[in-house]
């Protein structure tokens, strides 16, 4: 018997059914069986799924110098945090670090990495992947506590209750949103999960007036036999990004806007992924199994600009890639290519992370802006493609 599948069934009884969300943090996140607590194999060819930085350092190489050009535009500050979301194993931090310091000696010189990383196991992977850059203190590990901490101490300063040096800071996120527990709305009411001769069954219960609100504001009401994600716990993590003093939040996902919900997609995007294979049965080997939803950029967007950014145009990943890579060719990610057959194997890694068939046309981007004209903004490298474009 499923371990994990037993202690789900045990809170039920104690409580009765329990939320979709609920549901989903605790297989993803409970802190000994969940799929991101349990161990760090998940990532990669040979485990579950790969992301952008599986692929190739050259995903890091080009935000690297994306985030050179934003702290530019800040005025070349003396020190900039980088604050990263749901880092994983700390692959993308390290290629920004290393690169930056190799390409970039003056942002360098300014940076500091946060890597916020609620899984323990992943932080092990973290501590032994960046400790060089750790132990010198260019970069440090904070728990979601740590930072909610830090985000209240902003706020604070931002209403004159406590005095402090606010830097700018770029807080950035892959892949991060859709690893957040969702609630799911059906046209019966608010999914619940309850469980009956040891089997997770479904049943609904009224949805909350903030579930409703979800749905009038940035989604739709799903139709008789369709479901739509709400994901409150995304809002929340999107608040405490944009509330920085000054900087940009760029969101890198899986995802979709509410024009698109109102022609009839996106509508119920829940999956479960397992060795590469994706099914919708959520209730298979809790704990086992990676579980996401796509990002509504709708809401992330709408929320960023209640905080006072300033949001660009949603472009998709491919769009953004060629807009940084263009100006040298990409020569960011050739550089240790010795023989042509490394810089042909280079060439298609590359044109996985930027082609419509691979993962260019399915990632969105956002970026948002606040104490910098929205202008300016506009022509950064990874914009000012998208906008030739149009
Ligand atoms: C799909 S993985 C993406 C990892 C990485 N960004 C990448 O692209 O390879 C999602 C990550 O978010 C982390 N995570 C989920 N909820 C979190 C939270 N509240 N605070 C910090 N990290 C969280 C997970 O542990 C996991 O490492």
Redesign the pocket.
Known sequence: MNALREKIQHEIREGGPIPFSRYMEMC??DPELGY??RNAA??GKAGD??????VHAVFGRLLARQFEEMWRLLGSPEQITLR??????G??AQDVLDWSEKKFPDFFQALHYVL????PA?RQRIDSALDKHLARGKAAMW??QE?SGAVAQTLAVRHGTTEAVAFPSIVF????F???PVEVVGAEGSLRIDSRDGRFVETWSSPSSEELEFLDRYSVHPEAGERVEVPL?AQM?MRAAASLERGFVVVIDYGYSREEQLAGRHRGTLKAIRQHSVSDNPYEAPGEQ?I?ADVNFTALAALAEREGMQTQRLITQSQFLLGIGEANEFADAFEDCRLPQERAKVALQLKHLVTPAGMGESFQVLVASKGISGEKVSKLAGLSFATRAR
């Open positions: 993803l996140y991101y607590s998940q990532f799924f790969y992301t952008s930085s599986d990263e979301l749901g880092p994983g194993r692959l993308f916020v990383e609620s899984s992943l728990t979601p930072t996120a892959n892949e991060f859709d690893a957040l716990q993590h990676d996401t």
